[in-house]
């Protein structure tokens, strides 16, 4: 599994042994090039940024640190390495050894979750593209950019499985990864919530929390996968996660910290005049992020998820650790439902409700990070906390998108949903507003006006490190 990094694309598949697979990839990389030139971070394509590079998929020592120019990142491609006598732990086939081959009744599921997954990564750097233009400090714009060139890897990661195991309808959904583009009219995004636009630093940190958390969960779920380079491959991808929600969890506490010291020192809830976002603008904020993110997670009840499930190819958020038979069939799950105008719970075959299981714990995961932010605010004295709105809430996929329900999670009319959503998601006064303070701040070590300094820095350098040369 050594990886060789002097490789035109850094792997460590052992690329070079296959010359056709090595062709067809080498031709798809100016293909790649050419779409971040276009649709990646617009300008700063000459600065060099401090980025981290993977070399290595050990437990140590697995990524670089060194100053880079984005179009010159080393996009390579990476799988942990292979667990010795690794079994099938759940579905049908429990048991048996896992799968180094697509079995060919499974080719079409698996090349769909892999082209799913695949179309997400470089949605959200086209969707976080203009994003550089106002970033409230150098440490964070070199974050973005991190984000950015690794989701771009997460699509290298896919566009491997595609070409080395899909053949010719592989590498035309590698072409089509680079074909649809976020927001576009005529060919855009698989999913939702890749659609939207990331038009400020608020949105920014609260899609890391939230849309990469799904990430996340799925990237967990795909871990399990009798499809054994798929499971080794999103192991990896996992590493790079870590640093994508951190992004998140700390960018909103940042902001969250910077808005309880204006409250504080001015005494007021509204602190707008003063340079920050009110709490109230932040819980519109993350209502919005949360339930676009929930509709990722897809239909509540869902055949697709109990046949990934039967055939193998997508198993729980830790699937090995959970104490039942894995296999499913004779068991029951209260999922939500609405009955009679009222959110209630049915039994269903858990086997079907495997998605809305995902979403369980994803939700419980999310739910930490709230209780780290509130923890902030209580801590200034500040009584006003941040909570999650119920999972019906403004959704467009699933049982509940036949309805409006409100963060309280009460079935409302039409009428009171008009009424009321400008105190639920964020109006375009809002958003105009929070627009308003997104200035670029370059000085090494300053902060925009409403974001506390991180912590610390970042690969032990101090927060005011030159993390992008201007
Ligand atoms: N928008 O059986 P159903 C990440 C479609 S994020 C539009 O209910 P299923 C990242 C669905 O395709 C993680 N369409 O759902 C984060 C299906 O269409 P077909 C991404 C949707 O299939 C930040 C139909 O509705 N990875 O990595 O069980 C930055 C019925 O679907 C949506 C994955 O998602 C939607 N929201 O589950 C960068 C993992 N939802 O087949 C990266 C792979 C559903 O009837 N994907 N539909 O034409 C999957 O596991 C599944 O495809 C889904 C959907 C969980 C997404
Ligand atoms: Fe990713
Ligand atoms: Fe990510």
Partial sequence: MKVDYAAKIPNN???????????????WQPKYLAWWNQLGPKDFANNEVFLRTAVDVGQEGWANFGYVTM??????????????DRRISFGEHIGQPVWNEVPGEYRFDLRRLIAVQGDTEPA????QRHLGKTAPSLYDLRNLFQVNVEEGRHLWAMVYLLHRYFGKDGREEADALLERHSGDPDRPRLLGAFNEPTPDWLSFYLFTYFTDRDGKFQLHALTESAFDPLARTTQFMLKEEAHHMFV???????????TAELMKEHDTDD???????NLSIIQKYLNFHYSITLDLFGGDTSSNAANYY????????HESERQDDHRLLNSTYKAEAVTDGHIDSIEVPTITALNQ????????????????????LSEAGITTKLYLPHRGFNRQVGIFADYHITPEGVICSDEEWELKKSEWLPTPDDRSFVASLMVPVREPGKMASWLAPPA?????????????KL
């Fill in 13 to 27: 598949v052992n690329l070079a042994e296959d010359r056709q697979l090595t062709r067809a990839l080498e031709s």
């Fill in 71 to 84: 179009p010159e990142y080393r996009w390579g491609i990476f799988l942990a390495e292979p667990k010795p």
């Fill in 124 to 127: 959200s750097v086209e969707q």
């Fill in 248 to 258: 998140g969890a700390t960018g909103v506490a940042r902001v969250i910290q910077r």
């Fill in 271 to 277: 602190i707008r005049q003063y340079g920050g976002i």
């Fill in 310 to 317: 039967a055939s193998g190819l997508k198993g729980r958020y």
């Fill in 357 to 376: 299981i995902l979403q369980d714990d994803f939700i419980a995961d999310c739910q930490n990070g709230v209780d780290r932010w509130n923890r902030i």
């Fill in 456 to 468: 610390t820095g970042i690969a032990n350098k101090p927060i005011d490190y030159i993390y992008v």
